[in-house]
């Protein structure tokens, strides 16, 4: 089944403890991102990848590194967390065209919500 | 001035009846156009893709409308499974860039 899976779904933490969110997908998309979404802001985008070892900064960076060493796998890490980053996160993918930009609408992952406390 | 703008609702209609949502855009540079649905705590999901022509999915009808920089969804013989929160998303090719609206509640009642 073609799909994006996020780990952890929920996670409670302390400010400062380091975190990683994996998310990996099975689609072979070059495109994948991450996003934030609280309440009256909607999704906002976080980080995004166009291809292995290219990622960039999205609306909201400050707080949050990624990588991207493998096509499937874009984790989302968190160095020292504090509480305005307690939201639901979402990676998602897409497959692209040859610039490497988002082509079709994309797939997302069912979610994590994170509460730093 | 956010990108995307939609009205929150809730909209409450009851089964059976027609409802649209429209959904205002600033950038006059976007070039593609989608809905996705979203239920509660949950993912959002590719509703439709919204063409320049108009398009049509079963009960559910998307338009565009460039020169006043809005696109609209239709939903027609509404269902109870239809509540959820309706997203409207627009894209910047040249700038890599996925805009989300904040959404668009439906309740749809017996």
């Known amino acids: 089944e073609a799909q994006v899976t996020q780990n952890p779904r929920y996670l409670i933490t302390v400010t400062g403890k380091k975190l990683t969110v994996t998310c990996s997908q099975n689609m072979n998309h070059e495109y994948m991102s991450w996003y934030r979404q609280d309440p009256g802001l909607g999704l ?63 797939t997302f992952g069912s979610g994590t919500r994170l509460t730093v406390v | 001035r956010k990108e995307v703008e939609q009205d929150p609702g809730p909209f409450n209609v009851p089964e059976g009846a027609t409802v649209a949502f429209n959904c205002t855009y600033s950038n006059s540079a976007s070039q593609s156009f989608f809905w996705y649905r979203q239920d509660c705590r949950k993912e959002p999901k590719l509703l439709m893709s919204v063409y320049s022509s108009g398009n049509e999915d079963g009960r559910f009808t998307a338009q565009l409308n460039r020169a006043s920089q809005y696109i609209s969804l239709l939903i027609r013989d509404s ?10 998303v627009v894209t910047l090719y040249n700038f890599n860039k996925f805009y989300f609206g904040s959404g668009t509640k439906l309740n749809v009642k017996p």
């Open chain 2, 79 to 88: 269902k109870l499974s239809d509540s959820a929160t309706y997203l409207c």
């Open chain 1, 44 to 106: 906002r985008q976080i980080y995004y990848s166009m291809n292995v070892e290219v990622t960039d900064k999205g609306d909201v960076p400050e707080g949050y590194k990624v990588s991207r060493k493998e096509k499937r796998n874009f984790p989302l890490i968190l160095e020292s967390p504090s509480p305005n980053q307690t939201s639901l996160y979402f990676c998602a993918s897409s497959q692209s065209t040859r610039q490497g930009l988002p082509l079709y609408g994309y």
